[in-house]
């Protein structure tokens, strides 16, 4: 870990020099090994927290979203916080599967499974929060599907909220097949080697009869760089296309075109944080250190460095065109988003999300996991502020004076938003278990020795 | 919690009976037709060889099984580059073709709305649910075609399955397969060319 180092003698991905037997021990054997105490242990208590949550959404479903604290002039609350919140976490899932990939940046095949795994359990949890918030869930279907009805009614497409069904559920699907499309090739070493009888049905089903033929990985190989390519703008249009919810109204604090670039770098940004806080857990509890090594973690470390200083100077180019515009609402939004009623809000979303990233400068922070855990925490709960500062302050304080309020959420928006926690983090740990959680096939692929050397030809 | 011999390339004599051992009992139909000869290798270097070799003698119905995709490997087994992406450009453009129609019917033709006076169709409101609804359809398309068109999978039953030594072709061994359906194919000419380029426990698989 000294200084200079030549290019040539780069830190090996994987530690211990495993052979490829190794490998599919290594990581089968999480799935081979019977589910502990620890483990079921940690599903009840998820589960009841998703339960506890999964409650309170049958009661705004059954009353409906008077209960919770959402007011008049601030109408969109935790519920679009949330959504946005969960749908920015998904996003680091894409970004090391899909964009690491086509860098050629081979670290990622230790932690793409999972933060895949990550995307779409997040997008699930961010998928319920505006179906929720349409109120009539029962009746929303044509509201945000176009399907031939009755009423012969179509759904909207001048509006950003549709574009985000589209958006969204594109995105959900996408990142399934991507998922599904690596799982394969694992669910076949799982088959052949699994004792279980159930188990190893499942994974012979889900394995489709995978072989491991040469003919059939050149069109795999195809097939995953067009997923990869498919997937890079895809991510970057996702949360462009949520931005567009707020940028596309004419509210101060939201009408700018700052807001895709800025959001998709947020996004990244949360995602990373939330990978982070995971893999430290699960590295630790499964005692992946060979496999997720320091060098994984520095890396994204890196990333989180260079999108929190993105992020910071988004903050900084809005209140220079909010003066620079001259425009005295838009001012007036700014200087109220830092001084007025939500003033710590904003200021604990500046020293989550600007200050605390800034320890990654800093090498051994870098590769300490205390303080890369803690600061993954602390960059979670600045996202989710710096979307709650966006949706409250721009609302609270509209345009007439008379209509001004403040906003705090009901115990039933705490709820549910808990609650998705706990669906997170009980798919999380279902999916840890029983599924591949490190890409095998691509492990082996990158292992030192794996692939020939062309320079005979 | 002690590393199992599973890490060692394959060796066994023991693989007849360690088969049936794990699948079921040896199928009371079976006869002595030959089904393939397999050979393993465990260096990528000597199986890209090899697979230059085997094509190079003439043979098409063969194929290399191995746990990851060993890069050229393709290449020097002769196999032309896929067709998928023509596929995925299809889905794309259906897609695309699907999104503009959707906002267009729907928008003037089918039940036209005036919303805030806005343009009932105009391809910039329409853009982002073009730009999904091509990703949507390009990565099913991709991901459909590629496995059941291309790979022929899925494949309930494969009859190389009861070869040990080729279950672990998704684990750490580079299995050659030359099938008996080629038409060069006799069991002493592939038994040979396989241990002449250097397979380990080369051996007949019988129907």
Redesign the interface.
């Known amino acids: 870990m000294n200084g200079v180092k030549s290019e040539s003698v780069r830190e090996p991905l994987i530690l211990g020099n495993p052979?490829?037997?190794?490998v599919?021990?290594k990581i089968a054997g999480i799935i081979e090994s019977p589910p502990t105490k620890k483990f079921w242990a940690l599903v009840t208590i998820t589960s009841i927290i998703a339960l506890q949550g999964l409650c309170s959404v049958a009661y705004t479903v059954w009353v409906g979203p008077g209960v919770w604290g959402v007011n008049n002039p601030v109408g969109w609350g935790w519920a679009i916080t949330n959504f946005v919140w969960w749908i920015g976490i998904g996003h680091a899932g894409t970004l090391i599967s899909a964009i690491l990939f086509l860098f050629r940046q081979k670290w990622r095949t230790a932690i793409n499974r999972s933060a895949e795994a990550m995307t779409i359990f997040a997008v699930m949890c961010a998928g319920l929060f505006p179906l929720l918030h349409t109120g009539r869930q029962w009746i929303a279907a044509y509201w945000l599907l176009?399907y031939p009805n009755q009423m012969?009614?179509?759904?909207?497409?001048?509006s950003?909220l549709?574009?985000d069904v589209?958006?969204v559920s594109?995105y959900f699907?996408?990142s399934l097949?991507?998922w599904?499309?690596g799982l394969?090739?694992d669910f076949?070493?799982m088959?052949?080697?699994i004792k279980n009888v159930l188990g190893r049905n499942l994974f012979?089903f889900f394995s489709?009869?995978?072989?491991?033929?040469?003919?059939?990985?050149?069109?795999?190989?195809?097939?995953y760089l067009?997923?990869a390519g498919?997937?890079t703008?895809?991510v970057l249009?996702v949360h462009s296309?949520v931005s567009?919810d707020f940028a596309v109204s004419v509210i101060p604090g939201w009408h700018t075109t700052i807001f895709p670039p800025y959001f998709v770098a947020g996004a990244i940004f949360s995602g990373f944080a939330m990978v982070m806080t995971l893999l430290i857990i699960a590295r630790w509890v499964l005692n992946l250190h060979d496999f997720i090594t320091l060098k994984h973690l520095d890396n994204m470390n890196k990333i989180m460095l260079a999108t929190g200083m993105m992020v910071g100077y988004a903050y900084a180019m809005e209140f220079f065109i909010a003066a620079y515009s001259e425009n005295p609402y838009e001012q007036y939004v700014f200087l109220n988003r830092a001084f007025g009623d939500y003033a710590w809000a904003y200021w604990s979303m500046v020293s989550c999300n600007v200050l605390v990233p800034q320890i990654f400068w800093f090498k051994k922070l870098r590769r300490s996991i205390p303080a890369m855990f803690v600061a993954s925490l602390l960059i979670n709960v600045g996202m989710w502020f710096e979307r709650f500062v966006i949706i409250a302050t721009s609302l609270h304080n509209d345009f007439i004076p008379g209509s001004w309020d403040y906003y705090s959420p009901s115990w039933v928006e705490v709820s549910i938003y808990v609650g998705t926690m706990g669906i997170f983090l009980t798919l999380f740990l279902l999916f840890a278990k029983f599924v591949p959680m490190l890409a095998?096939?691509?492990v082996?692929?990158v292992m030192p020795?794996?692939?020939?050397?062309?320079d005979?030809h | 919690m002690e590393e199992q011999t599973l890490t060692q390339p394959v060796k066994s004599e023991s693989a007849e009976t360690e088969a049936s051992a794990h699948m079921e009992q040896p199928d009371a139909r079976a006869t002595s037709d030959p089904l393939a000869v397999m050979g393993d290798f465990v260096d990528p270097n000597e199986v890209t060889d090899a697979a230059r070799a085997i094509h190079a003698a003439g043979y098409t119905d063969f194929d290399i099984y191995t746990p990851y995709p060993v890069h050229g490997l393709e290449k020097a087994m002769g196999m032309k580059k896929t067709i998928l992406p023509f596929f995925s450009l299809g889905g794309a453009l259906f897609g695309l073709g699907n999104a503009i129609f959707l906002q267009w019917w729907t928008g003037t033709l089918h039940y036209p709305l005036n919303i805030g006076g806005k343009p009932f169709f105009s391809p910039w409101f329409g853009m982002p649910v073009m730009f999904e609804l091509t990703v949507l359809l390009c990565a099913l398309t991709t991901a459909v075609v590629m496995f059941g068109l291309l790979c022929k999978l899925p494949q309930w039953h494969n009859p190389f399955q009861k070869d040990a030594g080729f279950r672990r072709a998704v684990d750490d061994t580079f299995v050659v397969v030359i099938e008996a359906k080629d038409q060069r194919f006799t069991v002493d000419s592939a038994t040979n060319l396989l241990e002449k380029l250097g397979a380990s426990n080369v051996r007949l698989v019988n129907v």
């Open positions: 052979s490829l037997g190794d599919s021990d176009p012969q009614m179509w759904t909207n497409f001048r950003p549709e574009w589209f958006a594109t699907t996408v097949v991507f599904y499309t394969v090739p076949a070493t088959r052949n080697r012979s489709l009869g995978w072989t491991g033929s040469t003919r059939n990985w050149a069109h795999y190989e195809m097939a067009i997923l498919l997937s703008p895809l249009s296309i567009f095998i096939s691509e082996k692929g020795g794996a692939q020939p050397k062309h005979h």
